[in-house]
């Protein structure tokens, strides 16, 4: 596993590098130029979103703590060294951090707020997925994490992301308000059992 693991990250980030990624992969995988839109979007929500919107938001920011902290615990157990802290010849395109490497916070973080909006919104789904897979490439492409280290953040942000929305299903149902629950169209329709 380990040397499929070098052998894809050499790959992406030294023999499939281009002038165009080379512009584009940093741009992608620094959050600072999408705080300010980011936070639009949410007080956006927060104003003309009504409930569900609401709902979005506040979700959105416990989810973003959430799978943060249960990333950490993971790169706290696990303590992999980032390829441009542990290799030759890394072509490093941002700067190389020194916290650890698996899983990425990146894509842990990316993936559950793709995962927790596609299930509100659903027509943002692909768009939602597509700039989650694209920010864990440009992590590789960087230097900065190997393939496995975003595949692993890629399930921590699922399980992290899954596990909240059951909780606020459940904590919906408890509550009296899964008849017009937005958080219950994630689930379906209700099964007679």
Same mark, same amino acid.
């Given at each position: @596993? ?8 050499? !790959?992406?980030?030294?023999? %499939?590098?281009n002038a165009l990624f080379d512009l584009l992969m940093p741009a992608i995988t620094d959050p600072?130029? =999408? +705080? &300010?839109? =980011? ?5 956006? #929500? +927060?104003?003309? /979103? ?9 979700t959105a920011l416990v989810l973003l703590f959430v799978s943060n902290a249960a990333n950490e %615990? &993971? ?24 916290? $650890? ?6 894509? *842990?973080?990316?993936? !559950?707020?793709? $995962?927790? =909006? ?9 768009? +939602?997925? +597509?700039?989650?897979?694209?920010v864990g490439y440009s992590r590789v492409y960087v230097g900065v994490h190997y393939p496995a ?5 890629? $399930? &921590?942000?699922?399980?992290? *992301?899954?596990? =909240? ?5 459940? &904590?919906? /149902?408890?509550? /009296? #308000?899964?008849?017009?629950?937005? @958080? ?10």
């Amino acid at each position: @596993m380990a040397a499929l693991d070098l052998f894809l990250f050499r !790959a992406i980030n030294r023999d %499939l590098s281009n002038a165009l990624f080379d512009l584009l992969m940093p741009a992608i995988t620094d959050p600072e130029p =999408f +705080l &300010v839109p =980011f936070a639009g979007a949410g007080i956006a #929500l +927060l104003v003309w /979103g009504g409930r569900k919107g609401r709902l979005a938001v506040v979700t959105a920011l416990v989810l973003l703590f959430v799978s943060n902290a249960a990333n950490e %615990l &993971v790169k706290f157990w696990i303590q992999r060294p980032r390829p441009c802290q542990a290799l030759e010849a890394v072509r490093l395109l941002v700067g190389c951090t020194h916290s $650890l490497s698996f899983p990425s916070s990146h894509a *842990a973080n990316i993936t !559950a707020q793709a $995962l927790l =909006f596609a299930s509100l919104y659903r027509p943002l789904a692909f768009p +939602l997925f +597509l700039v989650a897979a694209l920010v864990g490439y440009s992590r590789v492409y960087v230097g900065v994490h190997y393939p496995a280290d975003v595949a692993g953040g890629v $399930l &921590v942000g699922l399980i992290a *992301a899954a596990v =909240f929305i059951r909780l606020a299903r459940e &904590v919906e /149902g408890r509550l /009296g #308000l899964q008849q017009n629950s937005e @958080m219950s169209e994630v689930r379906g329709p209700k099964s007679e059992v």
